[in-house]
């Protein structure tokens, strides 16, 4: 049981990299770095909007799993 929570934490963990990647388009590298791109905020519609929803759930999955793995060590 703990080799598969092992690799659900992994598969988990390099698809919510993906998204939250996804999410930073059109920022250029100083977004990934924390810098300032002076854009305006837009609201999330179509795609971006269910990426996030998506982002978030595979972040509580990840979170899950973590805590299932503490249990079964």
Do not use: C, H, P
Request: glycine share 16%.
């Amino acid at each position: 049981m703990k080799t598969f929570i092992d690799i659900g934490l992994i598969i988990i963990s390099l698809a919510l990299i993906v998204s939250v990647l996804f999410q930073n388009k059109g920022s250029g590298l100083g977004g990934l770095t924390g810098g300032d791109t002076g854009g305006v905020y837009t609201v999330r519609r179509g795609i971006e909007k269910t990426l996030f929803y998506v982002t978030i759930v595979l972040s509580v999955v990840f979170f899950g799993l973590a805590i299932l793995s503490i249990f079964f060590n």
